[in-house]
Structures are given as structure tokens and as C-alpha cells.
Nanobody
Framework: QVQLVESGGGLVQAGGSLRLSCVASGSSFSRAPMGWFRQALGKEREFVAGISRIGVNTDYTESVKGRFTISRDNAKNTVYLQMNSLKPEDTAVYYC?????????????????WGQGTQVTVSS
């Protein structure tokens, strides 16, 4: 397992942008697909975006396609989530996670390391 620490959350107006970062400790970062998930108040945690081990393949939930971009820098053990054109419905705690399978998946049970989360609040 890896230790993950997210940063970059905050309060932003609708239409604004934020970039989330997630730094991993340990040497296994580059061997794991990475994912971003979010959990709004009173709702289940949901998949937002995923990226393959070397960053060639990505996957996004439909509601963020064209607005969010996931990327990773294996030399820095860091995965990013660039969020543009933010909407109030994007408000949630955002978590990064390291996958336990060799491919990108959307299920929370396929990720075995999680960060503590960072709050993103989008005002209308």
C-alpha cells in the first residue's frame, strides 16, 4: 500500500477552476492505476476519473468529461485533477486512491489505498 495526501481543495465560484494534487509515498506508485473519487454530503462515494500506470489511458465519469483532466507524474509520485468550469453539483470531498488491479476500474473496492480527502465547494 501507499500513503496518499491530497491538497488543492477550496471554495470557488461556479465557472471557476481548481487543481487537486495527490502525493504518494513509497516506491509502488508507478505500478498502480490511480483514481479520483468524490463524496457529496449524504451520498455514496463515486468515481470521477482514473489513469493507468504510465498515464496512457484515462477514464472519466460522464458528468465531468470535457471539464476535468486527470494526469500523473511518476517521477514526482503525484497525480493531479484539473477541474475547470466547476458547477455547484461538483461540491464534495475529493479523494485520490491507488488501484489494486492492473487496469483502471470504477469500483471503490478495487482501490486499496486512500487519501484523507480534500473539500471542494462550488458556490452559485
Amino acid at each position: 500500500q501507499v500513503q496518499l495526501v491530497e491538497s488543492g481543495g477550496g471554495l470557488v465560484q461556479a465557472g471557476g477552476s481548481l487543481r487537486l494534487s495527490c502525493v504518494a509515498s513509497g516506491s509502488s506508485f508507478s505500478r498502480a492505476p490511480m483514481g479520483w473519487f468524490r463524496q457529496a454530503l449524504g451520498k455514496e462515494r463515486e468515481f470521477v476519473a482514473g489513469i493507468s500506470r504510465i498515464g496512457v489511458n484515462t477514464d472519466y465519469t460522464e458528468s465531468v468529461k470535457g471539464r476535468f483532466t486527470i494526469s500523473r507524474d511518476n517521477a514526482k509520485n503525484t497525480v493531479y485533477l484539473q477541474m475547470n468550469s466547476l458547477k455547484p453539483e461538483d461540491t464534495a470531498v475529493y479523494y485520490c486512491a491507488a488501484g489494486s488491479l492492473p487496469v483502471i476500474t470504477r469500483g471503490t473496492s478495487d482501490y486499496d489505498s486512500w487519501g484523507q480527502g480534500t473539500q471542494v465547494t462550488v458556490s452559485s
